[in-house]
């Protein structure tokens, strides 16, 4: 009969963020797999909104996932395992943003749709808006590319990383109220801008 | 949040946690009050949250199957080759010798002349003991490879001046001992802010180039 040694830092159904830590630092593979099946998409999606580019998107999830790990000692367990992670994959995706050139990966953007996109039904208002799915990324990222950097990586980490406000006031090192005062903002503004060319 | 605005706007923080559903009932009360007789305020409250609405509908598509697999297994080579490069006693050490190399290697090109004799460098078996583990190539990356994490105020101390290849043993020099012979703009054409410090001498690295 054979038996099957689980550690016991991965016991528990679902193991947590620690535990995983824990296990992959221990070498176990299949503890990074985890890891990546639950961050890579709220990885991906902040990725892509500050880069307005699929595939550069992925290379900074990959990049952020590399220096995440290994350099877990800044991470220290003082906050969750997501915000460091959502921390160095923003980093990731400006660094490579300012590499590669946010305007020349934008003008990419929405010419090479996924399998599915066009067939995909959009909601009943953007259907309104006349909108195609490939066009109303392309919008949104214009929107945003016209904030500044902070204002930009506020929103997004809060948006699409799905971040608290308090998540987002540790990724970025400053107050809540600050994290609440940019989303204002942005907010506003990328309002006006989109008021120009959609009917909101 | 609890603030009873009556006519005083609300703040832009107020604001927030309202288009996104997180006041409190008092507080929510108190912007739903204010907003009543502010139609264009109203207008365009909603329209944020109508815009939470678009953000996911334009959100990314999700990467297939396959790229998801592509970038794991990139992922694990990056680790995997991060661990054989840098054994894990060295890495604190020689951590903040890259990312000052890197500082220095992406702020501009420096020649360096020695104006005395440089210090004896150690041999390798009078190193301490706890940095006898570091590996004997000392690693030398282009500032392009490296990612600062994080930078102490008491990190800037240190400088690590040269530019790779290394072929010969790192060493240690006082500000004194090194003379600035010329500096040149980076590929941008971008001019690093030089600072000297009258009565301090940071400890500085110096990285002998290649011969010519």
């Not at chain 1, 003008?107 to 995909?120: A, L």
């Not at chain 1, 808006?129 to 490939?134: C, P, T, V």
């Not at chain 1, 940019?182 to 909101?200: C, F, G, N, S, V």
């Not at chain 2, 832009?12 to 739903?32: C, M, N, S």
Request: aromatic share 6%; glycine share 6%; hydrophobic share 40%.
């Amino acid at each position: 009969m054979t038996v099957a040694t689980i550690p016991p830092c991965c016991r528990s159904a679902p193991p947590s963020d620690e535990q995983l830590l824990t296990c992959y630092a221990e070498g176990r593979r299949d503890a990074l797999d985890e890891l990546f099946r639950r961050y890579r998409l709220a990885s991906y999606r902040v990725a892509y909104r500050l880069l307005g580019h699929e595939a550069d998107a992925l290379d900074a999830v990959q990049e952020g996932f590399i220096k995440a790990l290994t350099h877990l000692g800044g991470f220290q367990g003082r906050s969750s395992f997501k915000t460091w992670l959502l921390r160095v994959v923003s980093n990731a995706a400006l660094d490579l943003g300012r590499q590669r050139g946010r305007r020349e990966t934008l003008s990419i953007e929405g010419s090479s749709p996924r399998d599915g996109d066009g067939v995909q039904p959009l909601t009943p208002d953007l259907t309104a808006l006349g909108l195609e799915r490939q066009d109303l990324r392309r919008l949104l990222n214009e929107a945003l590319a016209t904030l500044p950097e902070v204002q930009r990586r506020t929103f997004v980490l809060h948006t699409d990383g799905e971040l608290s406000y308090r998540e987002v006031a540790e990724v970025m090192d400053i107050s809540i109220g600050t994290v609440m005062s940019r989303l204002y903002y942005a907010r506003q503004k990328l309002r006006t801008y989109l008021a120009r060319r959609i009917q909101l | 949040m609890s603030e009873n605005h009556g006519e005083q706007r609300p703040t832009p923080e107020h604001l927030t946690a309202y288009v996104d559903g997180e006041l409190a009932d008092g507080a929510r009360r108190a912007v739903e009050h204010w907003l009543a007789g502010r139609p264009d305020e109203a207008a365009a409250i909603e329209a944020e949250q109508r815009l939470r609405q678009l953000m996911e509908a334009g959100a990314a598509s999700e990467p297939s199957a396959a790229e998801w697999a592509m970038t794991l297994t990139r992922i694990e080579a990056g680790l995997s080759a991060g661990r054989k490069s840098v054994k894990p006693t060295a890495r604190r050490v020689a951590g903040l010798l890259w990312a000052a190399a890197a500082l220095a290697a992406s702020a501009a090109a420096v020649w360096l002349v020695f104006a005395g004799n440089a210090p004896p460098v150690l041999p390798i078996d009078k190193i301490p003991h706890e940095t006898a583990e570091v590996e004997p190539a000392f690693p030398v990356l282009l500032a392009d490879e490296v990612d600062i994490m994080t930078m102490q105020a008491t990190d800037t101390t240190a400088l690590v001046v040269g530019l790779p290849p290394v072929h010969e043993p790192l060493v240690l020099a006082a500000a004194s001992e090194i003379t600035l012979d010329r500096v040149e703009p980076d590929v941008d054409g971008m001019m690093p802010d030089m600072r000297w410090f009258d009565g301090s001498s940071p400890p500085m690295i110096a990285v002998p180039l290649a011969p010519k």
